[in-house]
């Protein structure tokens, strides 16, 4: 009845994002911008220095166990009698230039949800953007209306509701918007007006003016 996307399970898909052509901005680029626009310029203008982190490697180990934890749950916390579940779904959507891996989607006749697992203990706005991000995603993939998500805190185990509203799409759209300007002109944003950020951010070494 739903289209059938590739997932994580299928052959000699690992449990990475999609590899995609030079136009795609993947979901993990939107929410580092929502971290700091200038990891983006990192990221996209001097690929291949971003060391591999045993924090990165930690949060996919979570997720797997999570994700057959998840397998054995029933609907209730997502307040729905029945859907049927899909889980590490491979989304690539050709009118937003955006690609990435959504950790569940529950497909209903009359909707759709998507739920993101989180490691941390809080959720912050770069979570909120990425999960709207998949909203918007979902809706295009299987054509179905996407008004919620939730995002899973893994250490409290706790299940968070976010409305998939019109602010939270415009903000999708903006942060889009700007990762483009950042790729296409080579533009270096300023950095963070947070210290904290920059405190354990893997790129602190490359920033001089900190
Ligand atoms: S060190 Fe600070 S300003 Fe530089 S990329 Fe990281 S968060 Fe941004």
Known sequence: MFPNLPTNDDEDAALIEPETGEEQVTISLLKQHTYCPRVVYFETCTPGIRPRTYKMQAGQDAHERERQRAARRTLTAYQLPAGERRFDVRLVSEKLGLSGVVDEVVLTPEEAIVVDYKLASWIGENHLVQIGAYGLMVEEAFQLPVRRG????????????????????????????????????????????QPNKCASCEFRRFCNDI
Not at 152 to 178: G, H
């Open 150 to 193: 939730y995002i899973y805190l893994l250490k409290l185990r706790r299940f968070e509701s976010v409305p998939i509203d019109e602010p939270l799409r415009n903000s999708v759209m903006e942060t889009l918007r700007n990762i483009q300007r950042i790729r296409l002109y080579e533009y270096m944003p300023p950095p963070v007006d």
